[in-house]
């Protein structure tokens, strides 16, 4: 592995697009007992379901601690596509610590460390200590032998970026201008880091994403591209549900603007389950927060959206609410169909990961192939 | 033109899909006083629109009074697919008040003359003298040479019903098992006289049809076929929204129902207007009430929904609500033309129709090729 100092446009690297075809996927095991109940236990299951639909298409690199190991084995043996790797680290949520993945037009994939600082850092970080966390891109980098672009001067989560793989990034103004991440950078300026670091020619900035977000409403809760100039926008058709002006601007926005390439969005307007998913005395069992987290309170309204679904070489796994939002979970599932033939869409059940404040693509980052 | 007191289905007939092919279409003049205000002028843009995409694809029979021919005639000169037929009639809802066509293997098409009662009689009809409207698809059929079934011992609106013309009849129990309709048969009767006189196999029943919809939830504002077993249903992401149960009572309906050939629906859910259209002083401005007339009051909130358009041989004309639905406007365009690839999605301005109490679909009649 070589640490790069240099830019990856320059060099003629850029980020592909989440629909274009991976080599695998980099997951990371649950234990963190602030996010996850019972240490993990409740949550397992579904990513289980995972593990087993990212396997079926492709390779799937899971990063657990020492002490997770035989347990993780212990699932994944004999599925010759899962690899496990023995990586401390924070919590798990690989699409914001795992490296974000750049390739040439020779098929040379390298990887980007950012700096991590947990969404917000000492401004509204969600805890306190992440030093693990802001090691592992380069760690993950370093097993896997990709070549990684130093890029720690730049705060940044992979899930607070799309990319068309075409010279198009889509983030949102809350997350990318929030005082937790670049304050000492303007607009300008960061538009420039990004269209440097993932080669692309253009950034279209959302105003906004999903109502109480805590990671400051990052883009891949809210919108994501389905195809270059095509996008899934989180939405609701109630006026008074506070998510409706945050998704109205989006829509106006990207009505109003067009991509690197010029062309005008065609935009799907995906329904955010119909009940508010709100946590529950009884949600809250089995978490234990370390001092300087944010804590979870009864009541509080999850940022559950069905944007967060990830696409596999040949799938779309959507998470899914249970309950009385289950003729809005059947509805999502219904749409994507529509919207992605050619690909099977795999509901997988999220109530414990939207818990752990994140859903299925916060949870993966995908290696190009 | 024979009248005929036999049943189509034991003469081999049945009510093809709205979205098979057409010989034409029939409308009315709108100029009833307690509908459209200031005698028709307020609606007379939007009908000339739909006049303007009927005459692109098919032929257009126009009913008018004697006393609006010459207005009528000065839109249409110059159209060579615009016919004027001079009737007497009550109002301008063709899809209610002129014949329901059939048709029969050998390309033969004949009308049924349904009794009408202005949507409920005595019981909850929307005006006192529906004499004219109730001769009125006689008189079509002998004008156009239609043989005419004799159905005068029935009393259903076009509106009440949509076939697959395939042998499945939909409709809404709200309207059908209403007691200004029919209340002196049970529903495995209707059930039957649907299938007797449309040539049907089965009939499947929604609970009901659109909140406040004054023609007892028309199945036409609330569900429509865009194919054998694959429909559009109306729907809000708004569970506050008093269409919410609603809709959601179809949608589960749906899924658990077949039709008549065992096939499960695809339902399409299609969002209403986030913003409710309701009726404002400015609204009833122009408007003449008969003595026995339903009138329309400020604030009361019309049946306003997308579902119902209308299928000419190539396009789709669908409702547009303007002012604070654009947003809605144009989510039910866009999704239409995604649903319907091979048609042309025409937008019509329909605050005015909806004023008038119904819609696009309410406004024409199909005759089949």
């Not at 080599?23 to 993990?40: F, V």
């Not at 490296?99 to 401004?123: C, E, L, M, Y």
């Not at 509080?300 to 070489?313: G, H, I, P, Q």
Request: some cysteine.
């Amino acid at each position: 592995m070589k640490t790069l100092d240099t830019l990856p446009k320059k060099d003629g690297f850029y980020m592909p697009a989440e629909f274009s075809p991976h080599h695998g996927t980099i997951m990371i095991y649950p234990e963190r007992s602030g996010s996850w109940r019972y240490g993990g236990k409740k949550a397992i299951p579904a990513f289980r379901q995972i593990w087993d639909a990212v396997t079926e298409d492709e390779e799937l690199y899971l990063i657990v601690s020492e002490s997770k190991f035989q347990k993780a084995s212990s699932y994944l043996k004999n599925n010759r596509h899962a690899h496990i790797l023995t990586i401390p680290q924070n919590d798990a949520w690989a699409r914001d610590t795992a490296p974000t993945f750049v390739k040439d037009n020779n098929g040379n994939v390298r990887g980007i460390d950012w700096k991590f600082n947990a969404w917000g850092g000492d401004f509204d970080g969600l805890y306190a200590d992440y030093e693990e966390d802001n090691k592992l891109a380069r760690e993950v980098c370093q097993i896997l032998s990709y070549d990684c672009y130093h890029a720690e001067h730049f705060v940044l989560e992979g899930g607070s970026i799309h990319s068309d793989g075409e010279g198009t990034i889509l983030v949102t103004e809350s997350c990318l201008l929030s005082q937790g991440r670049n304050p000492q950078m303007t607009k300008e300026q960061i538009t420039e880091t990004l269209c440097n670091y993932l080669g692309a020619e253009k950034v279209v900035w959302l105003p906004r994403g999903i109502y109480n977000d805590e990671t400051n409403e990052h883009i891949d809760n809210m919108c994501a591209f389905l195809n270059p100039a095509e996008v899934v926008l989180a939405w609701t058709d109630n006026q008074n549900d506070p998510q409706y002006p945050l998704s109205l601007a989006a829509w106006e926005l990207l009505h109003s603007e067009t991509d690197a390439k010029g062309r005008n969005f065609t935009v799907h307007p995906l329904p955010i389950p119909v009940y508010p998913v709100c946590v529950t005395t009884h949600d809250l069992e089995g978490l234990e927060f370390a001092e300087g987290e944010d804590n979870r309170e009864v009541g509080e309204r999850l940022a559950a959206s069905y944007v967060n679904f990830y696409f596999t070489n040949h799938s779309v796994l959507v998470p899914q609410f249970g309950g009385e939002n289950a003729v809005s979970d059947a509805l999502a599932v219904q749409m994507l169909q529509e919207w992605c033939p050619n690909r099977k869409v795999v509901p997988i059940p999220a109530k414990e990961l939207i818990l752990g404040g994140g859903n299925i693509h916060c949870l993966t980052q995908q290696i190009p192939k």
